[in-house]
T-cell receptor
Framework: GNSVTQMEGPVTLSEEAFLTINCTYT??????LFWYVQYPGEGLQLLLK?????DKGSNKGFEATYRKETTSFHLEKGSVQVSDSAVYFC???????????FGQGTRLTINP | SQTIHQWPATLVQPVGSPLSLECTVE??????LYWYRQAAGRGLQLLFY??????ISSEVPQNLSASRPQDRQFILSSKKLLLSDSGFYLC???????????FGDGTRLSIL
């Protein structure tokens, strides 16, 4: 079946550090890939997406590239801020499927 | 633009009491609708999804049920709550194809 695996958290960084949160997936077809962010006490917000191989999704300084050869969709940001502290979820949606498959989430804390 | 509303934001209920959480979507027709539960410190578990009025798919056998009495209304219910029903409940909607899911702000349910 389809699955998403994220790097285990929590991740703690200093402000302006470089961020990478790893995400790999298993899928039988050609999924779309997503990163969602959940700020404390809130619902999930779509951060970025990619719908085919080699697509790069980007938003708010975050980027992730759909790598079919390594089945990965790692999230990166060049310089994190305290306001980026949140839980980040990687997810996939199979073509024609109505459901998302989520990773377990990675809690990120940025210290000033 | 489309919006999704969930209420209440916070709910404290005694064990054995009934439950009704409501979710409505505005600005779109025939959305796919979803209920998720997020236990403390964990990822998202899909509970129910619906592709149309009266059409409910259950992902996990449990103490909860869902109904879709109108096109843009999705209700999560229980006749008798258990302690294990505590958690953060999220409603989401999506269109068809590769469109991502959009989440409400969630309901934090505590069972005493």
């Amino acid at each position: 079946g389809n699955s998403v695996t994220q790097m285990e958290g929590p991740v703690t960084l200093s402000e302006e550090a470089f961020l990478t949160i790893n995400c790999t997936y298993t899928a039988t077809g050609y999924p779309s890939l997503f990163w969602y962010v959940q700020y404390p006490g809130e619902g999930l917000q779509l951060l970025l997406k990619a719908t085919k191989a080699d697509d790069k999704g980007s938003n708010k300084g975050f980027e992730a590239t759909y790598r079919k050869e390594t089945t990965s969709f790692h999230l990166e940001k060049g310089s994190v801020q305290v306001s980026d502290s949140a839980v980040y979820f990687c997810a996939l949606s199979e073509q024609g499927a109505q459901k998302l498959v989520f990773g377990q989430g990675t809690r990120l804390t940025i210290n000033p | 633009s489309q919006t999704i509303h969930q209420w209440p934001a916070t709910l404290v209920q005694p064990v054995g009491s009934p439950l009704s959480l409501e979710c409505t979507v505005e600005g779109t027709s025939n959305p796919n609708l979803y209920w998720y539960r997020q236990a403390a410190g964990r990822g998202l578990q899909l509970l129910f999804y619906s592709v149309g009025i009266g059409q409910i798919s259950s992902e996990v056998p449990q103490n909860l049920s869902a109904s879709r009495p109108q096109d843009r209304q999705f209700i999560l219910s229980s006749k008798k709550l258990l302690l294990s029903d505590s958690g953060f409940y999220l409603c989401a909607w999506s269109g068809t194809g590769y469109q991502p899911q959009h989440f409400g702000d969630g309901t934090r349910l505590s069972i005493l």
